[in-house]
Protein backbone atom coordinates (compact mmCIF):
# COMPACT_ATOMS: atom_id res chain seq x y z
CA UNK A 1 0.00 0.00 0.00
CA UNK A 2 0.94 3.47 -0.67
CA UNK A 3 1.11 4.46 2.73
CA UNK A 4 2.88 2.25 4.31
CA UNK A 5 5.28 2.25 2.34
CA UNK A 6 6.05 5.98 2.23
CA UNK A 7 5.54 5.59 6.49
CA UNK A 8 8.52 2.51 5.98
CA UNK A 9 10.66 4.92 4.18
CA UNK A 10 10.02 8.24 5.74
CA UNK A 11 12.80 7.85 8.58
CA UNK A 12 15.47 8.14 5.55
CA UNK A 13 14.01 11.67 4.12
CA UNK A 14 13.65 12.82 7.67
CA UNK A 15 17.00 12.97 8.41
CA UNK A 16 19.05 14.78 6.03
CA UNK A 17 22.41 14.76 8.21
CA UNK A 18 22.06 10.98 8.53
CA UNK A 19 22.19 9.92 5.30
CA UNK A 20 25.70 8.94 5.07
CA UNK A 21 24.46 5.98 7.91
CA UNK A 22 21.45 4.86 6.35
CA UNK A 23 21.93 1.18 4.86
CA UNK A 24 18.45 -0.52 3.83
CA UNK A 25 17.97 -3.58 2.59
CA UNK A 26 15.10 -4.47 1.19
CA UNK A 27 13.95 -6.92 -2.16
CA UNK A 28 13.66 -6.17 -5.81
CA UNK A 29 10.03 -6.17 -5.51
CA UNK A 30 9.68 -3.05 -3.25
CA UNK A 31 12.93 -1.23 -4.78
CA UNK A 32 10.32 -1.13 -8.04
CA UNK A 33 7.26 0.18 -5.68
CA UNK A 34 9.37 2.99 -4.29
CA UNK A 35 10.34 4.13 -7.90
CA UNK A 36 7.01 3.51 -8.62
CA UNK A 37 5.58 5.61 -5.38
CA UNK A 38 8.16 8.38 -6.19
CA UNK A 39 7.28 9.23 -9.73
CA UNK A 40 3.68 8.86 -8.85
CA UNK A 41 4.09 11.42 -6.25
CA UNK A 42 6.08 13.86 -8.51
CA UNK A 43 3.47 13.32 -10.91
CA UNK A 44 0.63 14.49 -8.45
CA UNK A 45 2.19 17.24 -6.84
CA UNK A 46 2.98 18.66 -11.17
CA UNK A 47 -1.02 18.25 -11.08
CA UNK A 48 -1.41 19.83 -8.40
CA UNK A 49 0.57 22.94 -9.52
CA UNK A 50 -1.32 23.12 -12.83
CA UNK A 51 -4.78 23.16 -11.19
CA UNK A 52 -3.41 26.14 -8.52
CA UNK A 53 -2.07 27.89 -11.42
CA UNK A 54 -5.32 27.98 -13.23
CA UNK A 55 -7.64 28.97 -10.23
CA UNK A 56 -8.70 25.27 -9.60
CA UNK A 57 -9.72 24.27 -6.10
CA UNK A 58 -9.37 20.95 -4.81
CA UNK A 59 -12.81 19.93 -5.39
CA UNK A 60 -12.67 21.19 -9.36
CA UNK A 61 -9.50 18.84 -9.15
CA UNK A 62 -10.55 15.93 -7.40
CA UNK A 63 -7.83 13.29 -6.41
CA UNK A 64 -6.06 11.47 -8.55
CA UNK A 65 -3.04 8.81 -8.02
CA UNK A 66 -1.86 6.66 -10.71
CA UNK A 67 -2.89 2.71 -9.63
CA UNK A 68 0.05 0.21 -9.97
CA UNK A 69 0.26 -2.56 -12.22
CA UNK A 70 1.15 -5.26 -10.34
CA UNK A 71 -1.95 -4.73 -7.72
CA UNK A 72 -0.42 -2.46 -5.29
CA UNK A 73 -2.54 -0.87 -3.12
CA UNK A 74 -2.84 3.16 -2.78
CA UNK A 75 -4.00 3.11 1.07
CA UNK A 76 -5.83 0.77 2.83
CA UNK A 77 -9.75 0.43 1.68
CA UNK A 78 -11.07 1.59 4.91
CA UNK A 79 -8.91 4.85 4.43
CA UNK A 80 -9.91 5.26 0.82
CA UNK A 81 -13.89 4.57 1.60
CA UNK A 82 -15.24 6.18 -1.26
CA UNK A 83 -12.14 5.77 -3.40
CA UNK A 84 -13.23 3.48 -6.50
CA UNK A 85 -11.20 3.09 -9.88
CA UNK A 86 -11.67 5.44 -12.67
CA UNK A 87 -10.20 5.89 -16.05
CA UNK A 88 -7.62 8.84 -16.74
CA UNK A 89 -5.55 9.33 -20.02
CA UNK A 90 -2.16 10.42 -21.52
CA UNK A 91 -3.19 13.56 -22.11
CA UNK A 92 -1.12 16.25 -21.17
CA UNK A 93 1.45 13.51 -19.55
CA UNK A 94 5.04 12.06 -20.49
CA UNK A 95 5.36 8.32 -20.27
CA UNK A 96 9.30 6.85 -20.32
CA UNK A 97 10.88 3.45 -19.99
CA UNK A 98 12.36 3.12 -16.93
CA UNK A 99 12.48 -0.38 -16.77
CA UNK A 100 13.98 -2.81 -19.88
CA UNK A 101 14.48 -6.52 -19.69
CA UNK A 102 17.72 -7.74 -21.32
CA UNK A 103 15.94 -10.15 -23.64
CA UNK A 104 14.27 -7.69 -25.44
CA UNK A 105 17.40 -5.28 -25.84
CA UNK A 106 17.79 -6.90 -29.37
CA UNK A 107 14.59 -6.82 -31.05
CA UNK A 108 13.99 -3.39 -29.65
CA UNK A 109 16.99 -2.44 -31.09
CA UNK A 110 16.19 -3.62 -34.31
CA UNK A 111 12.77 -1.97 -34.29
CA UNK A 112 14.45 1.49 -33.96
CA UNK A 113 16.89 1.01 -36.55
CA UNK A 114 14.13 0.31 -39.10
CA UNK A 115 12.29 3.10 -37.96
CA UNK A 116 15.68 5.55 -38.23
CA UNK A 117 16.06 4.04 -41.67
CA UNK A 118 12.18 5.13 -42.89
CA UNK A 119 13.06 8.87 -41.78
CA UNK A 120 14.30 11.25 -43.99
CA UNK A 121 18.26 10.60 -44.39
CA UNK A 122 20.45 13.49 -42.79
CA UNK A 123 23.81 14.17 -42.04
CA UNK A 124 26.57 14.53 -39.47
CA UNK A 125 27.07 12.64 -35.91
CA UNK A 126 25.47 12.67 -32.46
CA UNK A 127 22.25 14.19 -31.63
CA UNK A 128 19.14 13.78 -34.81
CA UNK A 129 16.07 15.84 -35.20
CA UNK A 130 13.15 15.34 -37.37
CA UNK A 131 10.20 17.68 -36.79
CA UNK A 132 7.32 16.40 -39.44
CA UNK A 133 7.22 13.00 -39.03
CA UNK A 134 4.00 11.16 -39.48
CA UNK A 135 1.97 10.17 -36.94
CA UNK A 136 1.69 6.45 -37.99
CA UNK A 137 5.16 6.34 -38.37
CA UNK A 138 4.67 6.46 -34.50
CA UNK A 139 2.33 3.98 -34.62
CA UNK A 140 3.93 1.36 -36.53
CA UNK A 141 7.08 1.47 -34.08
CA UNK A 142 4.79 1.24 -30.95
CA UNK A 143 3.52 -1.34 -32.00
CA UNK A 144 7.28 -3.38 -33.08
CA UNK A 145 8.71 -2.27 -29.64
CA UNK A 146 8.37 -4.73 -26.73
CA UNK A 147 8.41 -2.67 -22.81
CA UNK A 148 8.90 -4.65 -19.94
CA UNK A 149 6.15 -5.91 -17.80
CA UNK A 150 7.26 -3.48 -15.20
CA UNK A 151 6.86 -0.69 -17.33
CA UNK A 152 3.38 0.87 -15.38
CA UNK A 153 3.60 3.53 -17.45
CA UNK A 154 5.32 3.35 -20.78
CA UNK A 155 3.53 0.59 -22.05
CA UNK A 156 3.83 0.60 -25.70
CA UNK A 157 0.44 -1.95 -26.50
CA UNK A 158 -1.15 1.28 -24.65
CA UNK A 159 0.67 3.82 -25.91
CA UNK A 160 0.22 2.37 -29.86
CA UNK A 161 -3.66 1.78 -29.13
CA UNK A 162 -3.25 5.57 -27.97
CA UNK A 163 -1.56 7.31 -30.62
CA UNK A 164 -3.62 5.38 -33.62
CA UNK A 165 -6.94 6.65 -31.80
CA UNK A 166 -5.50 9.93 -31.88
CA UNK A 167 -4.38 10.19 -35.41
CA UNK A 168 -7.90 8.34 -36.33
CA UNK A 169 -9.67 11.39 -34.77
CA UNK A 170 -7.15 13.51 -36.43
CA UNK A 171 -4.61 14.60 -33.75
CA UNK A 172 -0.93 13.81 -32.82
CA UNK A 173 -0.67 13.83 -37.08
CA UNK A 174 2.78 15.41 -36.79
CA UNK A 175 5.66 14.60 -34.31
CA UNK A 176 9.15 15.72 -33.50
CA UNK A 177 11.65 12.94 -32.82
CA UNK A 178 14.94 13.11 -31.37
CA UNK A 179 17.52 10.69 -31.25
CA UNK A 180 19.62 11.74 -28.33
CA UNK A 181 23.44 11.27 -29.42
CA UNK A 182 25.69 13.20 -27.62
CA UNK A 183 25.10 11.10 -24.53
CA UNK A 184 28.12 11.04 -21.66
CA UNK A 185 29.20 7.32 -21.92
CA UNK A 186 32.61 6.75 -23.87
CA UNK A 187 30.60 4.28 -26.39
CA UNK A 188 29.73 4.85 -29.88
CA UNK A 189 27.54 3.04 -31.99
CA UNK A 190 25.30 3.44 -35.19
CA UNK A 191 22.00 3.31 -35.09
CA UNK A 192 20.92 2.70 -37.90
CA UNK A 193 22.86 5.16 -40.35
CA UNK A 194 23.16 7.46 -37.64
CA UNK A 195 26.72 7.36 -35.04
CA UNK A 196 25.81 8.28 -31.36
CA UNK A 197 27.22 8.35 -28.23
CA UNK A 198 25.31 6.46 -25.67
CA UNK A 199 23.30 7.72 -22.99
CA UNK A 200 24.88 6.96 -19.70
CA UNK A 201 21.85 6.25 -17.19
CA UNK A 202 23.92 4.12 -14.05
CA UNK A 203 21.50 1.18 -14.97
CA UNK A 204 20.25 -1.17 -11.61
CA UNK A 205 20.37 -4.85 -12.49
CA UNK A 206 18.05 -7.08 -10.23
CA UNK A 207 19.01 -10.49 -9.57
CA UNK A 208 19.69 -12.96 -12.26
CA UNK A 209 16.48 -11.94 -14.24
CA UNK A 210 17.21 -10.26 -16.71
CA UNK A 211 15.80 -7.42 -15.50
CA UNK A 212 17.43 -3.66 -15.50
CA UNK A 213 15.79 -0.49 -14.17
CA UNK A 214 17.59 3.44 -14.29
CA UNK A 215 16.00 6.43 -12.83
CA UNK A 216 14.65 9.31 -14.37
CA UNK A 217 14.98 9.12 -18.02
CA UNK A 218 14.68 12.07 -19.43
CA UNK A 219 16.69 15.18 -19.40
CA UNK A 220 15.10 18.18 -18.82
CA UNK A 221 15.91 20.38 -21.20
CA UNK A 222 14.99 17.51 -24.10
CA UNK A 223 11.04 18.24 -23.63
CA UNK A 224 10.68 21.75 -24.58
CA UNK A 225 13.03 20.83 -27.84
CA UNK A 226 10.48 21.09 -30.42
CA UNK A 227 9.00 24.70 -28.62
CA UNK A 228 10.12 27.83 -29.78
CA UNK A 229 11.42 30.66 -27.74
CA UNK A 230 8.34 31.92 -27.40
CA UNK A 231 6.38 28.67 -25.98
CA UNK A 232 9.70 27.69 -23.89
CA UNK A 233 9.74 30.94 -22.16
CA UNK A 234 5.66 31.12 -21.46
CA UNK A 235 6.17 27.91 -19.97
CA UNK A 236 8.90 28.85 -17.68
CA UNK A 237 6.98 31.85 -16.48
CA UNK A 238 3.68 29.69 -15.39
CA UNK A 239 6.07 27.54 -13.93
CA UNK A 240 7.83 30.68 -11.65
CA UNK A 241 3.94 31.62 -11.63
CA UNK A 242 2.95 28.49 -10.18
CA UNK A 243 5.94 28.57 -7.71
CA UNK A 244 5.71 32.15 -6.53
CA UNK A 245 2.00 30.96 -5.91
CA UNK A 246 2.88 28.47 -3.09
CA UNK A 247 2.71 29.53 0.66
CA UNK A 248 5.85 29.32 2.49
CA UNK A 249 8.03 27.38 3.17
CA UNK A 250 8.47 26.14 -0.65
CA UNK A 251 11.46 24.80 -2.48
CA UNK A 252 14.41 26.96 -4.18
CA UNK A 253 13.05 29.10 -7.52
CA UNK A 254 12.65 26.86 -10.40
CA UNK A 255 15.26 26.89 -13.02
CA UNK A 256 13.77 24.89 -15.59
CA UNK A 257 9.96 24.41 -16.77
CA UNK A 258 7.23 22.46 -15.57
CA UNK A 259 6.28 19.30 -17.16
CA UNK A 260 2.65 19.92 -17.65
CA UNK A 261 3.34 23.77 -18.06
CA UNK A 262 5.66 22.73 -21.27
CA UNK A 263 3.00 20.35 -22.66
CA UNK A 264 0.45 22.71 -22.09
CA UNK A 265 2.45 25.12 -25.29
CA UNK A 266 2.04 22.61 -27.29
CA UNK A 267 -0.93 22.27 -29.72
CA UNK A 268 -3.08 18.91 -29.88
CA UNK A 269 -2.08 18.05 -33.23
CA UNK A 270 1.75 17.68 -32.09
CA UNK A 271 3.57 15.33 -30.37
CA UNK A 272 7.24 14.29 -29.37
CA UNK A 273 9.21 11.12 -29.14
CA UNK A 274 12.54 11.45 -27.60
CA UNK A 275 14.85 7.96 -27.93
CA UNK A 276 17.63 7.17 -25.55
CA UNK A 277 20.53 4.15 -26.76
CA UNK A 278 21.38 3.64 -22.97
CA UNK A 279 24.77 2.13 -22.32
CA UNK A 280 23.84 -1.02 -20.49
CA UNK A 281 27.16 -2.81 -20.63
CA UNK A 282 25.65 -5.61 -23.08
CA UNK A 283 27.62 -7.90 -24.52
CA UNK A 284 28.33 -6.03 -28.21
CA UNK A 285 27.71 -2.70 -26.71
CA UNK A 286 23.96 -3.26 -27.60
CA UNK A 287 21.91 -0.58 -26.09
CA UNK A 288 18.90 -0.65 -24.46
CA UNK A 289 16.68 1.86 -26.20
CA UNK A 290 14.91 4.27 -24.11
CA UNK A 291 12.21 5.93 -25.15
CA UNK A 292 9.97 8.87 -24.03
CA UNK A 293 6.52 10.05 -25.46
CA UNK A 294 5.27 13.33 -24.56
CA UNK A 295 1.82 14.35 -25.20
CA UNK A 296 0.00 18.00 -25.57
CA UNK A 297 -3.56 18.03 -23.57
CA UNK A 298 -6.66 16.79 -25.45
CA UNK A 299 -9.87 16.68 -24.15
CA UNK A 300 -11.17 14.09 -26.14
CA UNK A 301 -8.56 11.68 -25.19
CA UNK A 302 -9.35 8.02 -24.29
CA UNK A 303 -8.42 6.80 -21.15
CA UNK A 304 -6.27 4.51 -18.42
CA UNK A 305 -6.99 3.67 -15.04
CA UNK A 306 -6.97 5.23 -11.88
CA UNK A 307 -8.06 5.54 -8.61
CA UNK A 308 -9.69 8.69 -7.27
CA UNK A 309 -11.96 10.33 -5.00
CA UNK A 310 -14.31 12.22 -7.58
CA UNK A 311 -15.56 15.38 -6.19
CA UNK A 312 -19.41 13.86 -4.97
CA UNK A 313 -17.42 11.48 -2.96
CA UNK A 314 -15.03 13.82 -1.46
CA UNK A 315 -18.06 15.94 -0.52
CA UNK A 316 -19.81 12.63 1.04
CA UNK A 317 -16.56 11.64 3.58
CA UNK A 318 -16.64 15.34 5.11
CA UNK A 319 -20.91 15.85 5.40
Known amino acids: MYDTLMQMGRWFGYRP ?9 TSPVLVRWYRHIATATAELREEFDLAFSTGQTPLQFGHRVRTHPDGLLITAANKMRAGTRVRAGFSGTISE ?52 RDSWKANSRALAEYVGNRV ?29 TLTDREPDRHGGDGRITIGRLVSPADEVADLDRT ?26 ASGPFIRRQRSHDR ?49
Not at 99 to 111: I, L, M, P, T, W
Not at 249 to 254: Q, S
Open 17 to 25: RYADLCRLY
Open 97 to 148: TVSFEEGQAKSNFDAFEAFFRRLPAQSGKGRQVWDEVDGREIVTLLRQVETS
Open 168 to 196: AAGRLKTWTVILAGNGRSKVSRLIGPYEV
Open 231 to 256: AQERAMQHTIDAWEKKPEPKKDRPKT
Open 271 to 319: GLLIVYPIDAGLPGDLPLMGFAVSFPFDAGAPLLDYAENSVKQLESMFE
